[in-house]
DNA sequence: CTTGGGATAGACAGCGTTGTCAGTCCATTT
DNA sequence: AAATGGACTGACAACGCTGTCTATCCCAAG
């Protein structure tokens, strides 16, 4: 049987096609008769409206273009982020009858923004989400603006002319982790920064700073390691932090990689996790449930946030209305093994 | 300033449409001189082929499906395997000019079959990917056969009825891991079993036997764990395993996420990875490279497999020729820390 | 009754490509 | 010089919808 297209259930509905358009797309101003008889056609005819020719006409494909750092240039897997980011718009799309196109793109690549313009250009995706590190940087940003599709960024370090963009309170939340370890009894309490270009990864150092502060603790310069977000970065700023003569009792890490990488130098130096150290991390990575002891860290509400980008997206195209101001989605604190009250020697 | 379209073009270089349609899609028969106006035209006005259109006319989508067990339904995190599925795919849509269109689906939702009907009809996806498990359930495998859009299936457990499928060497694989912690000495290597559901892992298991066999090594029911493919059935057969009395001195794990239990199982039991007991898992999931020590495990050319497939789609739709027969992409054997020699008081 | 106006429905013209088919051109062949 | 046939090009009709605009319906108000 061929594909039943929008005439025959007009024919078979005895209305015009133009009504079981209205029908299809939710319009008002159709009789409740008649949106019975079309449904019933609709069903009996299997119709399904063919998304090239709706996009053709309406003059935008129903799509949502997902736009992140490509995972695979490098070898840090961050599978999870990136699966997170998909689930959350997915679900968002679903909802709408939109399909996800999703675009890593690889930020070494010279010609990424001329990559990315004729992408959006091509495809003529109703709207375009601009996952983080992506989201800070300016001349990704540019290349979309400049094609004119509305786009929602995601944790962006400072807000550009309005654009809409949605954010979690990396700030907030760090400064509440920093405040629980200290209500363990934690002074000295160490942070390990992550990589300078991911702008949410600095947010979270004012956080440390801002709950040592709220705990009645002093900062201390030489209680702050360098990390770039890698595992391996984690373990060296352990190794650092962990053979100072007055150690800390808490490593608080930027992310959950390097967290995950002062736990390992923890083990091979024989300092018992949480008994004499605790750890927490940031991001809530599959690793971290997997790990021994299990990791305390910060839920990030990806798929939550992702899935507000995407409704944004989709909402303003329906409303016609334009996309402004920001959002933020809040984050959780995930207590699990790797936190413990300071040791009494201590 | 307006998009060009291809009318835009054509006038510009004093040609048809049609002409300049020959020259984007790069069709024979356009002389060398045309085509050249052609191309300095397009450039000029930066035209880029409006994809709804090209859609519309062609019939068909220049999009490929990639359907896979929707990873967010379970609490077990496989983002690896999504993610290297979805990189391979879209290394070979970018190569074609095509895009991907990820669609991760519930099994668990009794209208899956529907859905998945709904989006492919609507969609006309150029062709369909199905990830394993998928690839191995008939009704899935049906509900997408029966519309007619050209598929290929996923390391399927059994070819049926002449459809394109890419799989690879799971049993040689898991043969040669097996005759290599034989090689190592162990006599006593144990495997545990996957989902029975999910038809790869079985193959491993049978791979498990021939490698036994190869090796001249006795299979013995005891040394066969039953796990689902999750860390904690991998936790629970290693508890078995390691309780008795004789106790096998190599476990061979039909996945990464089950050797990931085994150790954790290993390490609360005290016995040493690699000295008293080798550990090998299989998948090369990033968790292999991450806990301490490193697993020794099996890396599935996944991303090549998906890239094989999308690019058999996109070629069999170019030429118009059917897609028959089947592929296998070899996978290779990860050797790291968590195997060794077989202990001397064994 | 008549009338005004919102609710409802339809006609029709695109949207920007590709496919089909009918040329035109030009180098060979007869 | 005419005929042949492949290389090249263009006219035109789809493709299946949505947007715009107009026509009709129907009910409450005058």
Redesign the pocket.
């Known amino acids: 049987m061929?594909?039943?297209?929008?005439?025959?259930?007009?024919e078979l509905?005895?209305?015009?096609?133009?009504?079981?358009?209205?029908?299809?797309?939710r319009?008002?101003?159709?009789?409740?008769?008649?949106?019975d008889k079309v449904e019933k056609a609709i069903a009996k005819l299997h119709?399904?409206?063919?998304?090239?020719?709706?996009?053709?006409?309406?003059?935008h494909a129903h799509l949502i273009g997902l736009i992140y750092d490509d995972p695979s240039a490098y070898e840090i897997p961050s599978a999870g982020y990136v699966i997170r980011l998909q689930e959350g718009s997915l679900r968002a799309c679903k909802s709408a009858n939109y399909e996800l196109l999703i675009h890593p793109c690889n930020i070494r690549n010279k010609q990424v923004t001329d990559e990315l313009k004729a992408f959006i250009e091509q495809v003529r995706p109703a709207g375009i989400i601009i996952a983080a590190p992506l989201s800070n940087m300016a001349k990704i940003v540019r290349a979309i603006s400049s094609t004119g599709t509305p786009y929602v960024r995601l944790s962006p370090g400072q807000s550009n002319g309005g654009q809409y963009a949605v954010r979690t309170n990396d700030r907030e939340i760090s400064a509440q982790m920093t405040r629980y370890l200290a209500s363990l009894g934690h002074k000295r309490v160490a942070f390990i920064k992550g990589h300078p270009d991911h702008k949410a990864v600095t947010r979270r150092f004012d956080g440390y700073l801002d709950g040592l502060e709220q705990s009645g603790l002093r900062f201390s310069q030489n209680l702050v390691g360098e990390g770039d977000n890698s595992f391996g970065s984690g373990e060296a700023a352990a190794n650092k932090l962990l053979k100072r003569k007055k150690r800390p009792t808490a490593i608080f890490a930027a992310n959950d990689d390097m967290a995950a990488g002062v736990m390992r130098v923890a083990d091979r130096l024989n300092v018992d996790v949480p008994g004499q150290l605790s750890v927490a991390g940031c991001d809530d990575i599959s690793l971290a449930q997997q790990i021994f002891p299990r990791l305390t860290t910060i839920r990030q509400p990806l798929s939550s946030i992702a899935e507000r980008a995407a409704l944004a997206l989709i909402e303003s195209y329906r409303t016609r209305s334009s996309l402004k101001g920001s959002e933020v989605v809040p984050a959780k604190l995930v207590i699990r093994d790797s936190t413990g009250p300071v040791p009494s020697d201590a």
């Not at 079981?20 to 797309?25: A, G, M």
């Not at 119709?47 to 309406?58: G, I, V």
């Open positions: 061929p594909k039943a297209t929008i005439d025959d259930v007009a509905a005895g209305v015009s096609i133009k009504t079981v358009s209205r029908v299809v797309n319009e008002p101003n159709v009789r409740e008769t008649t949106r119709y399904r409206p063919n998304q090239s020719a709706r996009n053709l006409a309406s003059q």
